[in-house]
């Protein structure tokens, strides 16, 4: 799935493509937050002159981002510079909260540090990007690993207390962005960005109504989808960039090669195919999410034939059946319904183990 693996780090492919088409662009990232704000630190966009892509929040402060953005990339500015803005005071929002704005110019000095931060993304790496609030430093960005670093600040001072600084916190449990004064190179204010690559790799089982409709959720959000069935017909000709299609006649197949962490979804048109693909995913154990489309007797029922193929009662425990986000009360039947609450159960489980991921890292 590494075809779509920088979407666990939603700004890296709007970066690039920017670059591609209109060589420079702004990249907008929230740097810090007082109080309520429309979002959390790390939140980023990118804005070339013809296109926008990621949100930092919407509203009136996304708007004036843009703008900022546009003037600059007219104006040709180089370098790191934030803004600040009170919500309420300065744009009306009823936030209330402060939130301060990290706005950078890349160009293709970029493809110094761009190309291995789309690599972490695609294998899950943590990195930090760091940039140096200074509008004289042109291109001065840094990309640091755990064991490898690429980029300039432009001064190597100041590079190597940037990298020492990424790294602490690369070490640690932080996330999102940060300001940070270091006394290094007169004192530099470091915009610290620390990106904790979640992929979302999903395997989704159906062409059906429910599978269509499930595509169409997911194709707005950061998965990366392989959706598979045997019946090629029934796939529509367009799907979303995020997701390909696999035709196979034994789709179960597909489990064996998925990554460790997958979600899996399994909403067939068949309870035989569907018991198939129920049996080969409970040879593993290191998904994070198998989901069975079905009712509570339908589960019963798998439940009963697993036994009697010597599989142990709690294996199927682990399997989200009925599927769809639990305790919500969600009675409606309409496959658009469905594939929301199985989109919002996704999110919940992937959510919850990112924390508990967190955790940790931040005990040990």
Avoid at 20 to 47: C, F
Avoid at 195 to 220: C, I, K, S, T, W
Avoid at 223 to 232: G, K
Wanted: proline share 5%; glycine share 8%.
């Amino acid at each position: 799935m590494s075809e779509h693996g920088d979407l666990a780090v939603p700004w890296l492919a709007p970066l690039a493509s920017a670059l591609a088409q209109d060589k420079r662009a702004v990249l907008v990232v929230v740097a810090s937050v007082q109080g309520s704000a429309p979002r959390e630190t790390g939140a980023a966009m990118v804005i070339s002159a013809t296109t926008c892509a990621g949100s930092i929040g919407g509203g009136h402060l996304e708007f004036e981002a843009m703008r900022i953005a546009r003037d600059a990339l007219r104006e040709a500015p180089s370098g790191t510079w934030i803004v600040r803005f009170p919500l309420a005071a300065r744009l009306g929002q009823c936030c209330g909260g402060v939130a301060t704005l990290a706005f950078s110019t890349i160009d293709q000095r970029a493809r110094a540090w761009l190309d291995t931060a789309v690599a972490c993304a695609r294998t899950g790496e943590a990195f930090a990007r760091v940039s140096a609030i200074d509008l004289q430093r042109a291109g001065a960005h840094l990309v640091v690993t755990a064991d490898d670093v690429r980029g300039t600040l432009g001064a190597t001072a100041l590079d190597s207390a940037a990298i020492a600084l990424a790294r602490a916190r690369l070490a640690g449990a932080a996330s999102g962005a940060a300001l940070v004064g270091h006394a290094s190179d007169n004192g530099t204010t470091l915009l610290v960005q620390i990106e904790r690559p979640d992929p979302f790799p999903v395997l989704l089982f159906g062409n059906g109504h429910v599978g269509r409709a499930l595509v169409g959720v997911l194709g707005v959000l950061p998965a990366q989808v392989r959706w598979i069935d045997p019946r090629q017909a029934d796939f529509p000709s367009a799907v979303p960039a995020n997701v390909d299609k696999i035709v196979s006649e034994t789709p179960e197949d597909e489990l064996s090669d998925a990554p460790p962490g997958a979600f899996v979804v399994v909403t067939t048109h068949s309870h035989a195919l569907d018991f198939t693909l129920i049996e080969t995913a409970l040879a593993r154990s290191d998904w994070r999410y198998v989901g069975l489309i079905g009712s509570k007797s339908k589960r019963t029922q798998f439940e009963r034939r697993l036994a009697s193929r010597g599989i142990a009662p709690d294996a199927f425990s682990s399997v989200h059946c009925p599927i769809g986000i639990a305790g919500a009360a969600i009675k409606a039947k309409h496959p658009g319904a469905i594939a929301v609450a199985i989109a919002a159960e996704l999110l919940v489980v992937r959510e919850a183990t990112a924390r508990a991921s967190a955790l940790h890292l931040a005990s040990r």
